[in-house]
C-alpha cells in the first residue's frame, strides 16, 4: 500500500471535492503468484483505478469488493485462488491463492487529517493494519484505543521502539503491546512485508505489516548516450539512481531526468557515497566511461566494497587490459571475480538502448542469484517465486 499513499491522500484531501478510495492490497500469498504481498490497487468513487494485484486475473472481483466496501464502510479479507472445477470461474490460472484485504477510506472532516497519515523521510517506514474480522464495525465506529475487532491501520516513520509501539497502541492491546512492538520494529528494520498473527486468548490478532526502505542505488559512471540510455530505462524500476562524470560539459542534468548528476571524479564519489552511508550490499556500479584513467580507479573503489554489481562496458580486449590493470593496483582475484566485464547479458545488443537493456537484465539475474539464464519456454519450474502464506 505504500506505493500508492501518496494517490490516495491526494483524493481524500481535494480542497474542492474530496472523492473517497478503497485500497485493495494482498496480505498473504501462496503457490505461484505473479505480484508479491504488500501489492496495492486503488480504487477511487469516481471510477478512478490504480495498480494492479495480479495483472487482469481478479481484477473484476477486487474491484467489485472495493465499490462495495465503498458503499457499506466496512472492511474485509478476500480469498482468491485456482478453481479445478472451473477453470474460467474467477481464481488465479497461475496457480496460486491471494488473501486480499480491502480498505475503505472516507475524506477526513473539516479540520483533521486523511486517515493515512503523512511520512516525510520515506525510508524507513511501514504500514500497520489490524486485519479485520467478519464482525467488524466500519473503521470510524472504532473509538481510539479499545479493544473492539475494528479494522485500524497506523502509519510508522522510523523504526525507533518507543516510536513503533507508541503507534502500535491504537491497534493492540496493552497485554500484547510489548510483544507485537518488538516483533513490528524487527520486520521494520528488515523490510520485510508481511502479516504477524498475535495470540489472543482463544484467538488471534492479526497485523498486516508492509515496511519500506530507502530504494537500492543505482551508481552510472559515464555521462554518454549508453550511461543516458541506462538511466532512462532504470526509471521504472524504482532504484535511486546517480549519474556521476568529472567533465562539466556532459553532466547537464536535464539530460538525465529521474537521476541525481553528480559532477566528480566517479572513484571519489563513489568513495565518499560508502562513507556516507549510500551504498549497501544491494547497490550496483555500472562503469560506462571507456577511458582508463577512470575505470581503474573507480573499479578499484567499487570492488573492495560490499555492493550487490559492478559492471564494466568494453570490448573483450579492453576488458583484458583493464583486469591486468586492476591487478597492477592492487585488486585481488576473488575481487576480480564479482566484476561483470563486458557488461550485461549476450543479447545480441548493439544501440544504446539495447544495451542498457542487456545490462539491467544481468542485473535482475544477479539480484535474482541466477548464475545461468534460459528463455521461459525452455524451462521446467514456476513463472513466479513461490510464496508460503504469511502467518
Not at 477526513?108 to 464495525?137: F, H, I, K, M, N
Request: glycine residues 10%; contains cysteine.
Amino acid at each position: 500500500m505504500l506505493d500508492i499513499l501518496d494517490g490516495a491522500r491526494e483524493r481524500l484531501a481535494r480542497a474542492s471535492d474530496p472523492v473517497p478510495c478503497a485500497v485493495a492490497t494482498i496480505v498473504s500469498a501462496q503457490g505461484s503468484v505473479p505480484r508479491p504481498v504488500g501489492t496495492s490497487m486503488l480504487v477511487g468513487a469516481d471510477g478512478a483505478l490504480h495498480g494492479s494485484l495480479s495483472g487482469g486475473c481478479v481484477e473484476g472481483a477486487v474491484l467489485e469488493a472495493c465499490r462495495e466496501a465503498l458503499e457499506t464502510g466496512r472492511s474485509s479479507l478476500r480469498s482468491f485462488g485456482f478453481s479445478d472445477e472451473d477453470a474460467f470461474a474467477v481464481g488465479l490460472m497461475c496457480g496460486g491463492s491471494l488473501e486480499v484485504l480491502i480498505q475503505p477510506f472516507a475524506p477526513p472532516l473539516p479540520g483533521t487529517q486523511t486517515p493515512l497519515g503523512t511520512v516525510t523521510d520515506p525510508s524507513p517506514a511501514a504500514y500497520v493494519t489490524r486485519l479485520p474480522r467478519e464482525s467488524d464495525a466500519p473503521p470510524a465506529a472504532a473509538p481510539e484505543g479499545d479493544d473492539a475487532d475494528g479494522p485500524r491501520a497506523v502509519l510508522l516513520a522510523g523504526d525507533g521502539a518507543e516510536e513503533v509501539r507508541g503507534a502500535l497502541t491504537m491497534l493492540l492491546p496493552p497485554e500484547l503491546l510489548e510483544a507485537g512492538s518488538a516483533q513490528v520494529a524487527a520486520m521494520l528494520r528488515e523490510a520485510r512485508t508481511g502479516t504477524l498473527r498475535l495470540p489472543a486468548g482463544a484467538s488471534t490478532i492479526d497485523l498486516f505489516v508492509e515496511s519500506r526502505i530507502r530504494p537500492a542505488h543505482l551508481v552510472v559512471c559515464g555521462a554518454n548516450a549508453f550511461g543516458q540510455a541506462l538511466v532512462e530505462a532504470a526509471r521504472p524500476l524504482g532504484l535511486r539512481i546517480t549519474l556521476c562524470d568529472h567533465r562539466p560539459a556532459f553532466t547537464d542534468p536535464t539530460a538525465f531526468p529521474g537521476a541525481e548528476v553528480v559532477r566528480a571524479w566517479p572513484h571519489r564519489f563513489l568513495a565518499a557515497a560508502a562513507e556516507r552511508g549510500d551504498l549497501d550490499a544491494r547497490s550496483m556500479v555500472c562503469v560506462l566511461t571507456h577511458d582508463p584513467k577512470v575505470d581503474v580507479p573507480v573499479l578499484t573503489t567499487a570492488l573492495r566494497l560490499d555492493i550487490a554489481y559492478v559492471g564494466a562496458m568494453g570490448s573483450r580486449r579492453s576488458d583484458h587490459d583493464r583486469r591486468t590493470a586492476l591487478r597492477e593496483a592492487g585488486v585481488d582475484e576473488e575481487a576480480l571475480s564479482r566484476l561483470r566485464s563486458p557488461i550485461g547479458l549476450d543479447l545480441g545488443a548493439g544501440s544504446p538502448a539495447e544495451v542498457a537493456i542487456a545490462i539491467l537484465a544481468e542485473i535482475l539475474a544477479v539480484r535474482a542469484e541466477r548464475s545461468t539464464v534460459e528463455p521461459l519456454r525452455d524451462g521446467s519450474g514456476p513463472l513466479h517465486a513461490r510464496t508460503a502464506a504469511s502467518g
